[in-house]
């Protein structure tokens, strides 16, 4: 959608970032067994992705098993955070993790199940439909809030739940950028201070333009998509139980 | 021969401990042998019913007790119907009719508790595959039960010996010498068929048989014999050695749900069910039990598995879930309207419940979705039945269809409905007669075709239909819709009057301001369509706003019909409103004159 100098290297960036991100989310996810808890799983993302270069992130890495897949009875963001729960057999779970590397985002959302389970397969098949769905209305140029709706309308149609709803301002999707590199790369609340600068920089250069880096139901959003990489996240949920998904594009 | 009696059995005697123990077969010996023991004051033929059902499937085989139909009585009397000898019984008739498998057993009344004891003690191990108990606890676990109230009585401890206490009056009564007897063989003996009619609401079927007073008269040794001396001396090491399917009738005048409150200690594999209905479950509900013991049966045939309506999943658990699991596992629910909303989030929770589920709505898509993810969280069975409730023909068509290939209905959801709002005078004829066509008249046909399966059936069953608040809490935006709910409400109310004799609850149920599509679909009367679309996304934000999950109104149909609630309001406003239409209805007439904010 943009062009300039140098488009094609950057974009390799970010493919090569996202590529990590999703083999850390295997190798993770091999080693879980029953009895992990979440706080574990979290740290053994940081440790995997801090050994392989990754030095800033969009956020930490989270970890959600069982019903916290789906954030039942989540009312505050603190509620995000890795607690104790402990993986059992036959429970899902979700690895979420943001790692900035070389100066380029990703944000990942990886789900599966502890032992085979027919009803996460519906899952991320339907998935598949959003996915498709996304696309093709961000090409028609939609205002990002009807796609939004339609998204929930779709979810609503095939059973689910819209989870990512209960996510800060009930995004779907927020733009990524490229990220100064530092030696001291603080985080404020799970989430890296480099980047949260360049998410408030887009926000006040959005605000002027009329659009926002934040993809949500509300009227901030309602505009054309604005071009940049967008990490986006469709969450389903469904009776305690959740998937999702992220995918990016330019 | 009326079916009170046991067609078709093949009958011999087993000559055991100095009596002679008539035994009746059914079914292909070569299959797994189900062994149906009876309780007191009753003969073998009281499992007729449930016999017939089982005998497809398996060796079914049953047996008068000592002293009971065709049965001799050990002499003397007094001494010769302890549970060790009626443990010899039991292994004599294993032995002659399953010399090399173990069998199932099933006792119902003293039957369980004979069968306690036989699946408790060391000598049968081996012999038992599996043992479903009905309505008898065991002696021993009983005489634990109150010796741990009595040492520590904490004031609920005491109200439940005092509760268990008031419901075992008969055992008291048959400790006395000699009355007894004399009352068995007299007056209470010739009225006793028709007290069963009356009180327990048995079918007058041919059963109880003309052996009754004799049966009555012998069996009062059963308790002189036993319950003195278990209840003062249990036995400390009376664990099952088989697995053990627990039914439990929530209207026994005799036992209370609470004996079986610690049943987890004696029993390593135990499967909890609860049925809606008195004591003689095996009159009353011979199809629940069947299915329920061929269930068993064959989960126990295949060792390690889990009964599949009884299974439970690795998320969602809590007590409500479990009694939700006990109760409706394996039960046929039809849920109208399933393809949205309430609908789809009730088929889903009694699909978690184990049931089995048919999901109908005039979007045959949306029902055919709501039953396959039905499938995959738990449903023994779901289908999706794409049916219009207002049209009549097409109803008549799905109760045939339903009967003829999924069975009866134990659960019939009437959900189905639409929105409608605006003036009265903006209303037109033809917005009235579509409102109440679904609204009402989806119910009526629901409840006509349905309930008339259900009360033909004669084993209970339970019909909930979705009113609203609307139905109490009048309003000027809504007039058309607040007629059809009150009309089901009403409707509800005098089909609970009708039914209540014949077992079948019916539930009104007002939702109020709940997060579904029904307002992304209203009609709003009177306005032009860019308005009406303008006004639906308006209401929908509302009620999005309010977000108040269907799920929960799901929940709360569940509860209703596992409490056998009458009208059952839902949200908070919902529940004032109905307080407020006791209490204060004119402030309700005045909240009935604002003008909604659409």
């Known amino acids: 959608m943009s062009s300039g100098v140098g488009v094609d290297a950057r974009l390799r960036g970010f493919r090569q970032v996202q590529a990590l991100a999703y083999?850390?989310?295997?190798?993770?996810?091999?080693?879980?067994?029953?009895?992990?808890?979440?706080?574990?799983?979290?740290?053994?993302?940081?440790?995997?992705?801090?050994?392989?270069?990754?030095?800033?992130?969009?956020?930490?890495?989270?970890?959600w098993f069982g019903d916290r897949t789906a954030f039942v009875g989540f009312k505050v963001p603190l509620q995000f955070f890795p607690t104790n729960r402990v993986l059992e057999e036959g429970m899902p779970y979700i690895l979420d993790m943001a790692p900035v590397f070389n100066g380029h985002?990703?944000?990942?959302?990886?789900?599966?199940?502890?032992?085979?389970?027919?009803?996460?397969?519906?899952?991320?098949?339907?998935?598949?439909?959003?996915?498709?769905?996304?696309?093709?209305?961000?090409?028609?140029?939609?205002?990002?809030?009807?796609?939004?709706?339609?998204?929930?309308?779709?979810?609503?149609?095939?059973?689910?739940?819209?989870?990512?709803?209960?996510?800060?301002?009930?995004?779907?999707?927020?733009?990524?950028?490229?990220?100064?590199?530092?030696?001291?790369?603080?985080?404020?609340?799970?989430?890296?201070t480099q980047s949260l600068k360049g998410l408030a920089s887009d926000a006040l250069h959005g605000h002027r333009d009329g659009w926002s880096p934040l993809w949500s139901p509300y009227r901030f959003s309602d505009h054309p998509p604005q071009p940049g990489l967008w990490a986006v996240e469709p969450h389903l949920g469904f009776r305690g139980r959740a998937r999702s998904s992220r995918s990016c594009w330019w | 021969m009326g079916s009170g009696q046991v067609n078709g059995a093949r009958e011999r005697f087993v000559r055991t401990g100095g009596v002679e123990l008539c035994v009746a077969e059914l079914g292909d010996a070569g299959r797994p042998t189900v062994l149906l023991v009876h309780g007191y004051p009753d003969?073998?033929?009281?499992?007729?019913?449930?016999?017939?059902?089982?005998?497809?499937?398996?060796?079914?085989?049953?047996?008068?007790?000592?002293g009971h139909g065709r049965s001799t009585a050990p002499a003397p009397l007094r001494g010769g119907f302890t549970l060790e000898k009626l443990t010899d019984d039991f292994l004599a008739?294993?032995?002659?009719?399953?010399?090399?498998?173990?069998?199932?057993?099933?006792?119902?009344?003293?039957?369980?508790?004979?069968?306690?004891?036989?699946?408790?003690?060391?000598?049968?191990?081996?012999?038992?595959?599996?043992?479903?108990?009905?309505?008898?606890?065991?002696?021993?676990?009983?005489?634990?039960?109150?010796?741990?109230?009595?040492t520590r009585p904490t004031p609920r401890k005491v109200g439940q010996l005092l509760g268990q206490g008031a419901k075992s009056w008969y055992v008291y009564m048959l400790h006395t010498p000699v009355l007894p007897e004399l009352a068995w063989r007299g007056p209470l003996g010739k009225q006793w068929p028709r007290l069963l009619r009356r009180v327990e609401k048995v079918p007058g079927d041919g059963y109880p048989t003309s052996s009754l007073p004799s049966d009555a008269a012998h069996g009062a040794w059963l308790y002189r014999d036993n319950v003195r001396a278990r209840l003062r001396r249990p036995r400390p090491d009376a664990r099952a050695h088989a697995p053990v399917q627990l039914i439990t009738p929530t209207g026994d005048i005799f036992l209370s749900p609470q004996l079986y409150d610690e049943l987890e200690r004696w029993v390593p594999r135990l499967t909890?069910?609860?049925?809606?209905?008195?004591?003689?479950?095996?009159?009353?509900?011979?199809?629940?039990?069947?299915?329920?013991?061929?269930?068993?049966?064959?989960?126990?045939?295949?060792?390690?598995?889990?009964?599949?309506?009884?299974?439970?999943?690795?998320?969602?658990?809590?007590?409500?879930?479990?009694?939700?699991?006990?109760?409706?596992?394996?039960?046929?629910?039809?849920?109208?309207?399933?393809?949205?909303?309430?609908?789809?989030?009730?088929?889903?929770?009694?699909?978690?419940?184990?049931?089995?589920?048919?999901?109908?709505?005039?979007?045959?898509?949306?029902?055919?979705?709501?039953?396959?993810l039905a499938g995959l969280i738990g449903a023994a069975?779901?289908?999706?039945?794409?049916?219009?409730?207002?049209?009549?023909?097409?109803?008549?068509?799905?109760?045939?269809?339903?009967?003829?290939?999924?069975?009866?209905?134990?659960?019939?959801?009437?959900?189905?409905?639409?929105?409608?709002?605006?003036?009265?005078?903006?209303?037109?004829?033809?917005?009235?007669?579509?409102?109440?066509?679904?609204?009402?008249?989806?119910?009526?046909?629901?409840?006509?075709?349905?309930?008339?399966?259900?009360?033909?059936?004669?084993?209970?069953?339970?019909?909930?239909?979705?009113?609203?608040?609307?139905?109490?809490?009048?309003?000027?935006?809504?007039?058309?819709?607040a007629t059809s709910?009150?009309?089901?409400?009403?409707?509800?109310?005098?089909?609970?009057?009708?039914?209540?004799?014949?077992?079948?609850?019916?539930?009104?149920?007002?939702?109020?301001f709940v997060n579904t599509d029904i307002t992304a679909t209203a009609r709003f009367a009177g306005v032009d369509a860019a308005e009406e679309k303008r006004r639906q996304k308006r209401a929908s934000r509302l009620y999005g706003l309010r977000n108040y999950p269907p799920e929960k109104v799901a929940d709360a149909i569940l509860h209703a019909v596992l409490t056998d609630?009458?009208?059952?309001?839902?949200?908070?406003?919902?529940?004032?409103a109905h307080l407020m239409s006791r209490f204060t209805p004119k402030a309700l007439r005045a909240i009935a004159r604002v003008e909604p904010p659409l």
């Open chain 1, 105 to 192: 985002t990703a944000d990942i959302g990886y789900s599966g199940c502890l032992g085979p389970n027919p009803l996460h397969d519906k899952l991320l098949d339907d998935l598949e439909a959003h996915r498709e769905l996304i696309l093709a209305e961000v090409r028609e140029r939609r205002p990002l809030r009807e796609i939004y709706e339609d998204v929930e309308r779709l979810m609503q149609r095939q059973g689910y739940a819209n989870r990512h709803r209960a996510y800060p301002f009930g995004v779907i999707a927020h733009k990524v950028d490229r990220v100064k590199e530092r030696r001291f790369n603080p985080t404020v609340f799970g989430f890296g």
């Open chain 2, 272 to 372: 909890r069910r609860t049925v809606a209905a008195k004591h003689w479950v095996p009159r009353t509900r011979p199809d629940q039990l069947a299915s329920w013991i061929r269930e068993f049966v064959i989960s126990a045939e295949a060792p390690g598995s889990v009964p599949a309506t009884a299974r439970t999943e690795p998320v969602r658990k809590g007590r409500r879930a479990d009694a939700y699991a006990q109760r409706f596992g394996g039960q046929l629910v039809l849920v109208t309207g399933a393809a949205s909303g309430i609908g789809r989030a009730t088929a889903f929770a009694f699909a978690e419940a184990g049931a089995r589920v048919v999901a109908v709505d005039r979007d045959g898509e949306g029902a055919a979705r709501t039953a396959e």
């Open chain 2, 43 to 66: 003969s073998k033929e009281v499992w007729s019913e449930v016999a017939a059902r089982l005998a497809e499937h398996f060796h079914v085989v049953l047996y008068d007790v000592r």
């Open chain 2, 485 to 512: 709910k009150a009309a089901v409400l009403m409707l509800s109310e005098c089909l609970r009057a009708e039914l209540a004799g014949q077992g079948i609850g019916v539930t009104a149920v007002c939702p109020g």
């Open chain 2, 93 to 150: 008739v294993a032995d002659a009719v399953s010399p090399d498998a173990p069998v199932h057993l099933v006792g119902h009344d003293w039957g369980s508790v004979q069968a306690w004891e036989f699946t408790t003690v060391e000598r049968t191990r081996g012999r038992i595959a599996s043992f479903t108990s009905i309505s008898g606890p065991s002696l021993d676990h009983f005489g634990h039960w109150i010796k741990k109230r009595m």
């Open chain 1, 23 to 63: 083999e850390c989310a295997e190798a993770v996810a091999a080693q879980l067994t029953p009895g992990v808890t979440e706080r574990e799983a979290a740290r053994m993302q940081r440790v995997w992705l801090r050994e392989r270069g990754v030095r800033d992130w969009f956020h930490l890495p989270f970890a």
């Open chain 2, 381 to 481: 069975e779901a289908w999706g039945e794409q049916t219009d409730v207002s049209d009549e023909a097409a109803m008549e068509k799905l109760a045939a269809k339903v009967a003829a290939e999924y069975g009866i209905v134990d659960v019939l959801v009437n959900n189905a409905g639409i929105g409608l709002s605006g003036s009265f005078f903006a209303t037109t004829p033809e917005d009235w007669k579509k409102v109440l066509d679904v609204n009402l008249w989806g119910v009526i046909h629901g409840c006509r075709l349905f309930g008339a399966q259900m009360a033909g059936r004669g084993q209970g069953g339970h019909i909930v239909n979705t009113a609203s608040a609307a139905a109490y809490q009048p309003s000027k935006a809504l007039p058309a819709y």
């Open chain 2, 565 to 576: 609630r009458a009208v059952v309001p839902v949200t908070p406003e919902a529940r004032g």
